[in-house]
């Protein structure tokens, strides 16, 4: 058995076209394509049952962390039962997406992509001591050759890497740590002790800190002297031009506060400023106000269209691509892991049951990585020993004469000889195994079939 360090183990394509897929071979006959069929519906609708008890429980679990709960417990939990219910959400947040060939993101990887510079030109930061929990997965990493404008019409090519999927979950810590920090709890952009789940789509490795909630933008230094420098050489000529009306304001002043020996030392004529009326004074006090308002006003409003365009941008990223947020994230990925789950044991059955010799899990596992290549033209690091162990769970009782059912043992849908070798039933065994299990899923009249 081969190991890719390249390759996932996702399989993109849906359940019934992983059917048709393995119907197109020609291997089974029209009374064993329609067994087929039923075979895997049955095998479908039992995972989602299975997976339908997981999402009840994370509902039941999750409704304290819920930052956009539409309801609520009628008896708070007590501390110990808040803590047991967060570990549920945890732990079936981690075993959905290990069903769903999700492949985990350390915190640290996480950490060195913030630290470079986003596609986006801003400046940001996170801070991860806000987190009492931070997880984060992804599905399918590709590159793209994205131009970036440098100055004036000279552009730059630069490969972007980017997830096609990512997820995270982030539990914030209490209202008192924020409190510690003197941030006042109805300015954050987040409910401290509450779970935020986000799932996202085509996101650049250089663009997940914009995801987080408690990111914090501000300008780069390079924007800045944009900025700035344009707003400075505008200004200098306002105050040169300004500079006669400003004298003659101050020197108004110091009149009035009988400061003549100030006037004298800036070289003023008390005299000449003495003789002056209040009309010029105040002509000249109103026209500065306007003028350096005006300017105030001008730089104002560049400051509020380069946070507007900023502001879009990140919209842009987030606005678009995001797939679901807290509870419907749950939902969303609770399908995807039923469905991933299912072709993978359709996958293995099929091929189990059509090879022509035995094989052992290394050979099966090569062989249906081949077949997936020659049929679709992917190529897949597929996880035989998940399917494997979900077949030889699955154990149910073929039965015969039903008045025998006492006397008849339970038997697994895949067994291995001495040598090593998987074995499969046949497909009526297998369909009456199955349907065995989901039959006696609920026995409230007590009564087992």
Known sequence: MAIYENREAFIPYRRIDIIELCLQDGCLNAVDIEKFKDFCQILAAYYHFRFHKTLEIIKDNYVPFNPSADVQSLNEPTFDQYDAMESKVVDSFHYILERANYIPLPELIVKQALNKKSLIDLKTQVDFE??????????????????????????????????????????????????????????????????????????PKLDIDLLFPNVVTSMTWKDRLLFGIPAIGAAIPLLLKALPNLLLLIAAILLVFNAKSLLISLGLVVEQYKSQNVMPILVAALS????????????????????????????????????????????????????????????????????????????????????????????????IHGPLNNLEEIRGKVLGNRKEVDNISEIPLLTYDRQGFCHVLSLDDAKTVIDYVWDNAFQYNGIAL
């Not at 552009?155 to 006042?184: D, G, H, N, P, S």
């Not at 987040?190 to 986000?198: C, D, E, I, N, S």
């Not at 995001?322 to 419907?328: F, I, M």
């Not at 609770?334 to 469905?339: G, P, Q």
């Open 288 to 383: 500065l106000a306007i003028a350096l308002g005006g300017f105030a006003v001008q730089q104002y409003n560049n400051y509020k269209n380069k946070k507007i365009k900023f502001q879009k941008d990140v919209t842009d990223t987030l606005f678009f691509k995001n797939l679901a947020n807290n509870t419907s994230v749950f939902q969303m990925l609770m399908d995807i892991a039923e469905e991933q789950e299912c072709k993978e044991i359709i996958l293995v059955y099929y091929h189990l049951l059509t090879s022509q010799i035995p094989l052992n899990p290394q050979q099966l596992d090569s062989r249906i990585e081949s077949w997936m290549e020659k049929k679709v033209g992917i190529k897949i690091n597929f996880d």
């Open 130 to 203: 806000d987190f009492e929990r931070f997880f984060c997965y992804y599905q399918g990493e590709t590159t793209n050759t994205v131009l970036f404008k440098k100055l004036f019409f000279w552009q730059k090519e630069k490969i972007i890497e980017t997830f096609e999927r990512i997820v995270l979950l982030i539990k914030f810590k209490e209202v008192a740590y924020f409190r510690k920090k003197k941030i006042k709890i109805e300015e954050l952009n987040f409910t401290p002790g509450k779970m935020y789940v986000y799932f996202y789509k085509n996101i």
